[in-house]
């Protein structure tokens, strides 16, 4: 019914920048909150950066100042531009979005699969 596809992943250097998209397909009527979230081996999957329908946004304390979401709500699809990376910001990264379908009146979270962001020299 949903799907919400990443791209933008890669192989970046150190300092580097690199631009992430999730575009958000289906029977959709609305989306509330867009985000982005992340996991690295061995550790918990966490939250890097939110945006909600009206555009305010929240980073993780490791992100802010470097990276920036937003969101084009008329593509269905939000960014994260990454600058200034370093090597601690490799993981795979997940877009989350909470999203209303058609003839439904809950809304539903749903997540990406995943893309592989590697910050290495």
């Known amino acids: 019914q949903v799907q919400l596809v990443e791209s933008g992943g890669g192989l970046v250097q150190p300092g580097g920048s690199l631009r992430l998209s999730c575009a958000a397909s289906?029977?959709?009527?609305?989306?509330?909150?867009m985000a982005w979230y992340r996991q690295a081996p061995g550790k918990e999957r966490e939250l890097v950066a939110r945006?909600?329908?009206?555009?305010?946004?929240n980073y993780a304390d490791s992100v802010k100042g470097r990276f920036t979401i937003s969101r084009d709500n008329a593509k269905k699809t939000v960014y994260l531009e990454m600058n200034s990376t370093k090597p601690e910001d490799t993981a795979v990264y997940y877009c989350?979005?909470?999203?209303?379908?058609?003839?439904?009146?809950?809304?539903?979270?749903?997540w990406g699969q995943g893309t592989q962001v590697t910050v290495s020299s």
């Open positions: 945006i909600n329908d009206g555009g305010s946004t």
């Open positions: 989350n979005a909470d999203i209303r379908l058609r003839f439904q009146i809950r809304w539903s979270n749903y």
């Open positions: 289906g029977s959709i009527i609305s989306i509330n909150a």
